[in-house]
């Protein structure tokens, strides 16, 4: 397979993609959660064809652009996880013609316009911000939660999401535990307020809507992949965790070895006197994510079969430029090296990667090693 | 023009990019230089034409893919900045049969490969590292320059290219100075090794070849943008000058108001208690490069025909996320400010916001304001 590579192409490992998404299926099973994935990291309709496998139907993404893409694709329950853009009304409407769509309600004013300019009933769910500080109504604001769904009128409203971005910052797994912990008691909270405010709100339509079973969503892959423990939630909408990357492992919500998307980088010139290798490999095509040391990613031997090595020690990708990538290599591995072979790069961030590789039209090899 | 706007869509200002290229083509001519722009920042075809009409023919890509894309539109000298890469000699081979194409060559062993791969004669510039450390033979090394010349057989020399992307580290317009008053000495130092070799190399094909004369290029858009002193350099290949952005901004290398983009960002929250906004504009659309106070971009607002304001004071891209961006405003801007409205971002760096931006599918509209 090697062979008919001849510039930066990503390879997909398609067993370890279903070894993820076996494992993520396997908690939202053992913990009754729908697993309701987000497709923002992969943005393929063939990778999306192999989450599906799994049972799933209903999915995640950040855009309407994104959720025409996969209507497309068959898929008819997409959620689009960013507060509601009252310019993208119209289209709104239009894809809910033809599946069920659901959107990100954060204000009264923007529930308002989608309850005037939208007759056909969308679901929708109400943003929550439980401290990573971003979008979202603030998860005590039982007021405008209530006001929100006043507004948001006959539509219906399937819950709450909490994205908390903020485990990615999290020096370890500890760290990541008491996000989630956190969340777990303030989502108890919340939970308590809805009820007592279903009994005591003014409005009979709001006071019935209040009564309702409401889904709970949380969406950051890191706790959605290391926790135990989900009290009432009820679903989970991780995007990173088909493909993982370095900073996933980093966190410990996996391993480097389920990393499942690798760039074959072809060595444009070698550099022995510094230990150096340049590739053909850039920001265009890595991202420009550092790890906490500074790199840029790490390096692996590809596999004739497309698959690849654990990553080599001491092999880094020290420098990113537009389309150039600069290796540190140690003397053994360059010792074999010259310009015309492949190395392969673990991504540090595997969304920035993969929506980089979209902008180049380059191939996309998926890998079955074994198969 | 701007109702037509519904998601993020990068708008360019057609007569601030002439600007700027009539700007770079003045200085060319004034020094009489080939300019030899690098069309990685835009990679438009429609660029492409606004800057063939100002009477350049030839220009820089950074990959063959590249290559392909303009010499389907038209353009019949193209010359690939990046170290020949081996794989891709049978796609050049193809290539050279409809355009004139020029490489990079870095080492005599794919010199050699070129050489014995490909018959029909195509161009070379060897490239240099005069300081930046990345790719390139050392410029003080005359005998790798040779064997370089010897391997590349009957292929054609067309000079020495030195891309010292060191000026882009530079704290301010001296420090270019410096670096670009050290490469001078360099490549006069250089030429005259050349000549010396011309007369004292052993092989009577290389000498014939050392004697010719060479172009002698470089393609940092800091010093293309400010230096006016250029000894014995013969074109230039800048690109980021058609766009300019925050960084060149701070490197004096233009003024911001020379920044022919400007993305339009829809508004989807308000977040009045802490100064905040949110924005439908992450690093999928921006890019993830900050400014040297770790900002990611500078707010404007957009007229009505595309043009835009100055940058709003104290108004900055705080954070991005893969598709949202939070925006810490001042009071007045916040207080007449609702979702659904449009904010315009100036970018850090125009070359990976356009890269992020095509791999979206969103809407690129040309502006042109006041025609």
Known sequence: ?????????????????????QRMADRALRHNLTLRPHFKTHQSGEVGEWVRSFGVNSITVTSLRMAREFAQCGWEDITIAMPLNPRELPGIGELAQQVYLSVFL????????????????????????????????????????????????????RGFYVHSGHTY??????????????????????????????????????RTRLAQTFEFAIGDTPACSTQESFNHITSIGPGNFVYYDLVQAGLGACSTDDIAVCLAAPVVQVLPHKNQAIVHAGWVQLGKDRLPDGTHGRVVKLKEDGSWSASLADCVVLKLSQEHGTL?????????????????ILPVHACATVHGMRATGEQLIIAAPGD
Do not use: W
């Open 1 to 21: 397979m090697l062979e008919n590579i001849t510039s930066p192409t990503l390879l997909v490992d398609q067993s370890k993609v279903n070894r993820n998404v």
């Open 106 to 157: 954060v204000d009264p004013e923007t529930a308002g316009k989608l309850s005037k300019e939208i007759a056909k009933q969308i679901g929708y769910f109400i943003e929550l911000d439980a401290g990573y500080g971003r979008s979202g109504v603030k998860i005590e604001n039982l007021n405008l939660i209530a006001a929100i769904i006043e507004a948001a009128g006959n539509h219906h409203c």
């Open 169 to 206: 910052e999290a020096g370890d797994k500890q760290e990541i535990d008491q996000i989630h912990e956190g969340l777990m008691r303030k989502i108890a909270n919340l939970k308590s307020g809805l009820s007592r405010l279903a009994g005591t709100h003014p409005s009979g339509p709001v």
């Open 328 to 344: 540190q290599l140690t003397t053994e591995v360059l010792q074999e090296l010259s310009p015309g072979d492949l190395l392969g």
